[in-house]
């Protein structure tokens, strides 16, 4: 079986989350295709993991990939906050999130993520979920549309591109990914049409986070985590934009009575590995440890006093 995605900051991973050969237990709220898990599992001799992924078609790469080491892993098949809603296994040692989706979903999934392939517009990372993209496109009004593309992608012209969608649909349903970018190209000025990146990209974005809703699941996950973790245990995030970066730093920093935050800035990926793998460049790692016990709120407030 032939794996396509490139998982990021390996090594940061694995130093961060190291138990060395002790016995721990890793939760991997993004399992993807098992990079990480693979890694963590292939060098830590007593580590087990349980690997979540809502997805089930890319589930199924991972367990194919990580079936050598038999007991030490297992999947389900669930969005992670919903795991860690109903969670009341033992205490664990290591989280990690690496959020958005997979170069798999872009290349080998058929289900309209990426602009750049003719594929029915669908971007559900659960196959059997309600809302598609083409429900998404053809039934929202305009000023939803352009509240989620400005919301969701930050995409400066929304509203221009809100309107050309629903001008476009009173004649024919869009069906397709490709149908959907030539509306996006059209709407934008020609000046825009040109630059880094393809003016479809942020409504792309935008489409898939409300589909799964990504952002919402994100605050949820990491309250049940902080909750389920050992003392001493850590959390690791990897985010690829500022959307998702925002509410994990937030978190991290409104509890901080409970939790060390070991990366004070976060971290990016060495210069060699944006040049091996592009899309790496966005991503920002952010790691805390769970206190032994609470710190004193007061002294937490001294802590920024001026005396
Ligand atoms: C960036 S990929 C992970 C890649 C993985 N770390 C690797 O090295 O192969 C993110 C994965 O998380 C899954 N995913 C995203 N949001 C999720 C959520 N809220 N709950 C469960 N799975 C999610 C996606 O389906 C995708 O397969």
Redesign the pocket.
Known sequence: MQYV?Y?VMQDEVLSFLNPGDKDALLVD????????SNLLLGRYPNLRVIG????CR?MEKAKNRLAPYGERFQARN????EFWKSYDGPAVDYVLF?????VFHYEESGRGFSFKRQEKLDMR?DVNGDLDAAQVVNTYDEKSLADLIFNYGEERYSRRIAAAICSYRQSKQIEFTNELADIIWNAVPNEYRHRRIHPATKTFQALRIEI?G?LD?IEPALEGAVRALKPGGRIAVITFHSLEDRPVKWFFKNHENILEILTKKPIEPAPEECEANPPSRSAKLRVVEKLEKERDPLKKRNKYRAD
């Open positions: 995605h998982s709220c993004t399992l993807g295709e098992g990079g990480h979540l992924d809502r997805d890319i669930i969005w992670f906050d690496d959020l958005g989706i997979s990372l799964n990504e699941r």
